[in-house]
């Protein structure tokens, strides 16, 4: 494949859960993929021995996304070894539950600087490397504008963030032919919340189709959003919940 037709991506915090399922799905389309982990080499190389042979390249880079200097490494390095970017996807997320008067502030900033500063510097870093049709996707919450308990307020916070920059950025990106698009998960089975877990009846209860999502499920509206079906949605925000936040 030549390097006019050879699509490249770039997938933050792509070592498990939502992350390493993206991975799995653009590389089982060709796509050749750079994704970052904040700390466990052993579940970056685990993921990497387990993508087919025949399909796009796969490789990690050791990066925090809440680290500005580490982003902009990652970046620089993904585009040493792919020449340049097609799809960028921020993934990279996390944080504490707690109620504002409980959490830290140690947490507070941890979970911004992660989200909110980590998908800028990300997205910033990126757009000089990404060619005409490239995609830009965010992966954010339904707790954005959904917010059934009260420990989610600072996790609300930073991923209904990302709506606004989604908007902004898709004015500044839709000229140059690259869109930009917001992914908001409800509650989706993976290691953080898995669906046999403490709240898992509660939470599965809120949802009109009776069931967590599966991270492959998240995976594949990646995948739309990320290819040339999509060119028309820019600066949309996409709820995948089953209902949840409805």
Known sequence: MSSQTRRTAIVTGGSRGIGAAIVRRLAAEGTEVV???AAD???ADTLIESIDSGAGSVSAVKANSADREEVIEAVATAVQRLGHLDVVVSNAGGGVLLPLREISYDDIDKM???TVNGTVNLVKESLPHLRA???VITIGSA???????????????????LIGFVRGMSRELGPQDITINNIQPGPVDTDANPADGPSSDLQRSMIPIGRYGT??????LVAYLAGPESSLINGASIDIDG???A
Do not use: C, K, W
Request: net charge negative; glycine share 10%; proline share 2%.
């Open 35 to 37: 994704f970052t982990y």
């Open 41 to 43: 080499q052993g579940a």
């Open 112 to 114: 911004i600087d992660t």
């Open 133 to 135: 049709g490239g995609r």
């Open 143 to 161: 707790n954005a504008h959904y917010t059934p308990f009260d420990s989610m307020a600072i996790h609300a916070l930073d991923r209904s963030a």
């Open 215 to 220: 991270v492959t499920e998240v995976a594949s």
């Open 243 to 245: 209902g949840f936040s």
